[in-house]
């Protein structure tokens, strides 16, 4: 007989007033740096924005208020591929809840599907039909956060991918599910739609997980031109933590576990790039909701294993091989200030069975943060007829 599956283990969130006490003391002991010449933000984090925002983390944040906001939710811990994986298990409320895997990226954590997770799992509530209700669960990423341990294995994508189709399959006993993702999300569930495509309903993205590829050089289309561009523009301009996240991982480590305000200035500097906003991205992201997640880093002191799926995917071959496709249904949804838009006749090379392709006027890489109503529509829209194939 194969061996039993691991139990979950309940799970509540609590970080230590002495951990909370100790951010404060070294953010009121900041040694900061001087502002570069030229416009704020022209040569990363401005120095007057991270100022105020760590001066909020300091004296005004709540950060139990948070915590309390993401205990609504049901956690567990369970043992799994050499980790203690945690993860959201939230019940659909509906007449036959489709299990959905909900998949996060950097720098990113389950705080990123609070508003969502509601929206999917209860539909009726928010003006939609409970036969679209799904139950969900949101993991977190091995090596980020709540699934963090010192001295414990690092993950790719690859082994993401699998650990989460052992816990959906395995674990929670779905032998079919949907998965939805962004970021590394999208990485994580355009795998699992190629090495698990038996376990799939199918498969959302809100970034697309394509390959450069010499091909679109050849007489491309303006849509393929544009796309080049806006490629060439993001590698001169936008790679500088690709490459040290991934070569140098461990180096950084050190600047990021040690200083609150270096880790502060580091992610919200991709909240900024990343989202739409009018240069201040709590236009986007409520302030509170960026430290929600900030805090979460600097509790756990994940921010250093967070990086390693970059030196993975720098250092193996793409996930999905050369010449390979993924051939379960897929949707996406686009926002316009996403890092990157690969069209359509570019996608269509790696997904072979695209049934929703949706452009939307606003919004940017962290949809479910910014965008949680539209994203939840979508999500809803592209499933409904693919629940029967369960």
Known sequence: MPPAAPTPTPFRLHVDDAVLADLRERLARTRWPDQTPGEPWAHGSDLAYVQGLCDHWRTGF???AQEAALNAFHQYTVPL??????????PGR???PLPLL???GWPGSVFEFRRLIPMLTDPARFGADPADAFTVVAPSLPGYTLSFRPGQPRFGVEEMADAFAALMTGVLGYPRFAAQGGDWGSFITTRLGYAHAEKLVGIHLNLLAVQRDPRLLTDPTPEVRRFVEELQRFLKEETGYQAIQGTKPQTLAFAMTDSPAGLAAWIVEKFRSWTDNNGDPAQAVPRDEMLANITLY???GAIGSSFWPYFARAHRPWPVPPGQTVNVPMGYAQFPREILRPPRAVAQHLYTDIRRWTEHPRGGHFAALEQPEVLAHEIREFFRPLRTAR
């Open 62 to 64: 709540d950060w139990r």
């Open 81 to 90: 591929a050499g980790i203690d994986l945690h993860f959201i298990h939230e």
């Open 298 to 300: 600097w509790a756990t």
């Open 102 to 104: 909900l998949s996060h």
């Open 94 to 96: 509906g007449p036959a």
